[in-house]
């Protein structure tokens, strides 16, 4: 699964290969700390996509990642299974929302509201 990778300024979500190719992206994400607006844990990620999938791979309740477009904009998905899933709504950048499985929920959630100025040159990483 999917690194996730919390810095003083920049939150780097680092696919794997075959995550890349699932949803069709040559790259990884970087999101700006200043961009996120809120940050959610949902036992169901399932009911938190919305819109229809413009880029990517989808086996309904199995697995979707990729780019979902609705009226207002895009959102980037890494949904799998039932696990536990993060929902970042972002303030600007290429994404509205991003919702990410990941077995490190709670441990992201608090790295987020760690203070920048406190954060040293390591950065938490939480691997799924």
């Not at 607006?37 to 996509?49: K, L, N, V």
């Not at 799998?80 to 441990?107: C, D, M, P, Y």
Request: hydrophobic content about 45%; proline content about 4%.
């Amino acid at each position: 699964m999917a690194k996730l990778r919390v810095h003083s300024d920049r939150i780097e979500v680092q696919l794997t290969p075959t995550e890349k190719t699932l949803a069709l992206r040559g790259d990884d994400l970087v999101i700006q700390r200043e961009d996120i607006r809120s940050a959610t844990i949902t036992d169901d990620p399932w009911i938190w996509i919305r819109g229809i999938r413009r880029r990517g791979t989808e086996v309904p309740l199995v697995v979707a990642v990729g780019v979902w477009k609705y009226h207002g904009g895009s959102d980037f998905v890494i949904v799998k299974g039932k696990r536990q899933a993060v929902v970042l709504e972002l303030a600007g950048g290429e994404f509205a929302r991003l919702i990410i499985s990941t077995n490190h929920a709670g441990a992201l959630i608090d790295r987020l509201k760690v203070d920048p100025a406190a954060d040293g040159p390591d950065a938490a990483e939480a691997s799924d």
